[in-house]
């Protein structure tokens, strides 16, 4: 047998490439017998539907005060003929605003979740397989970082760099950063000393070869789980930072924004600020379910 049949063969039993593909398609199954699981997937597909199509399922501009001339000091129009869920203090039509406002939450949960899974990988990544002094230096920074509240954190960050959408995408990957990195790095330990890394060793494989062909695939699975969570704490932050004034600032609409607009007429028309309340818990609960049934369905204390 020549050396490339054994790395072959070898790859066959031990790289978890079988095994991890096997799992994983065990887990979609058992997805898509949860009824939790399918409660998710629908609401997070309607969150990503509304935000796409908005521009079209708007009834009217969310810029444009069509109603102002009808807005008293305390007095602000509520339903009629379109204008379903009554317009904002500014003559805004409401339900234009929050089906824009979807836009900005995707977009900023989204960015922001992909960018701190990018660095927590190289970190946790990095401290996984070089271990020692490496995993040390790593691991105190993180230690550092989640010692800190973290919305503290991103609120200090957004006031650093200026109140813009950017920085507060910025400032929530930053946040995020730590936790996906221990958690990797974890992941990637709990693998090093499994069958298949011996095996691999034994038939010399290169350590690069190991960690990223072997290694790496087969830690991923708690961090995928994971970002699907993320995803919905990242909507409620977004929603915590531009409700403190430090998000867009062109009036682009913005679930947290919109709550903060509405804290004035809290006495007159409390269901300005019931709707944005709904819309973030809604997509936050979606991305919540999915995640906790996607956690169950890969996680081998929960099959039957």
């Given amino acids: 047998m020549t050396t490339a049949t054994q790395v072959d063969a070898a790859g066959g039993v031990f790289s978890g490439d079988e095994s991890g593909g096997g799992r994983w398609s065990e887990a979609f199954r058992r997805l898509r017998r949860n009824p939790v699981a399918i409660l998710g997937a629908v609401l997070v597909l309607l969150f990503v539907l509304v935000a796409i199509f908005a521009p079209w399922l708007a009834p009217h501009d969310p810029q444009e005060q069509l109603l102002l001339g009808e807005v008293r000091p305390g007095f602000v129009p509520g339903p009629r003929e379109g204008f379903p869920l009554g317009v904002d203090s500014l003559g805004r039509d409401e339900l234009s605003r929050l089906l824009y406002g979807s836009r900005q ?49 991103a609120i200090t960050i957004t006031v650093i760099l200026g109140p813009s959408l950017t920085s507060v995408m910025i400032a929530i990957a930053i946040v995020n950063v730590p936790i996906f990195a221990r958690l990797l790095r974890g992941s990637m330990l709990a693998q090093r000393d499994a069958d298949y890394v011996l095996a691999a060793r034994s038939i010399g494989l290169r350590r690069r070869t190991i960690v990223l062909s072997h290694i790496v695939p087969n830690s991923l699975g708690p961090v995928i789980v994971q970002a699907t969570l993320t995803l919905a704490t990242s909507i409620i932050d977004a929603a915590a930072l531009s409700f403190l004034g430090l998000g867009n600032q ?22 300005l600020a019931f709707y944005p309340c709904i819309a973030i818990v809604i997509a936050a609960l979606g991305f919540t379910l999915l995640g906790e049934a996607l956690r169950e369905a890969l996680d081998p204390k929960f099959r039957r």
């Fill in 250 to 271: 062109d009036g682009t609409p913005e679930w947290g924004q919109m709550l903060a607009e509405a804290q004035d007429l809290l006495g007159t028309r409390a269901a």
């Fill in 105 to 153: 939450s995707l977009l900023v949960g989204i960015v922001s979740t992909l960018l701190g899974l990018s660095l927590g990988l190289l970190l946790g990544g990095l401290a996984g397989a070089f271990g020692g002094r490496v995993d040390n230096v790593l691991m105190r920074v993180t230690d550092l970082m989640l010692s800190i509240p973290g919305l503290l954190t």
